[in-house]
């Protein structure tokens, strides 16, 4: 039984992988007459949102499935729907908005500076002595790109959310 899509939409154009959550998404059982006592494990899903077929879906445990939604499910609000070994479920209804915007982008670059002996002062009361410790340049640039990527996350969650 489908519950939610994460991330909750994506923009039109854009193949975007998703994450399905709900309950219930067991795997089949299959054993072939005549086989000898094997069994096999049945584990083909399909998943809709309205009736755009997503891609590749593939089973990660009893309430996750991953797939893909395709760049072209046109703009709008979609309930998701799973069909497994055993049938269909039911639907989750307005779980996935497709957006007609041009995404966010960010960009930022950074120079360390010429010296990389450079110190942060820490300033004490007077009478007693102040004290300096060095800073790390190089773990910059992966701090700027970990902050890139939380704003473009918030403006996509903001953009995507908007009614």
């Known amino acids: 039984m489908p519950a939610a899509v994460d991330p909750p939409g994506s923009y039109f154009g854009q193949p975007t992988l998703v994450r399905l959550r709900g309950a219930g998404f067991t795997l089949g059982a299959v054993q072939q007459l005549g086989g000898g006592g094997n ?5 083909t899903f399909r998943a809709f949102l309205g009736t755009a077929q997503l891609q590749n879906v593939r089973w990660v445990d009893l309430n996750t499935l991953l797939a893909i939604v395709p760049g072209s499910v ?12 055993y049938g269909s479920g039911s639907t989750a209804g307005g779980v996935f908005r497709v957006v007609d915007a041009v ?10 500076p010429p010296s990389t002996k450079c110190s942060r002062a820490t300033a004490a009361p007077i009478g007693r002595q102040s004290t300096a410790s060095p800073i790390n340049f190089k773990a910059a640039p992966a701090k700027i790109a970990a902050m890139l990527h939380s704003i473009q996350a918030t403006i996509i969650a903001d953009t995507v959310n908007r009614p």
């Not at 995404?103 to 360390?112: D, F, K, M, N, T």
Request: net charge negative; no cysteine; proline share 15%.
């Open 39 to 43: 069994i096999a494990l049945e584990q």
């Open 74 to 85: 046109p703009p709008g609000s979609y309930g998701l729907s799973v069909e497994g070994p």
């Open 103 to 112: 995404p966010a982008s960010l960009s930022a670059s950074a120079v360390a």
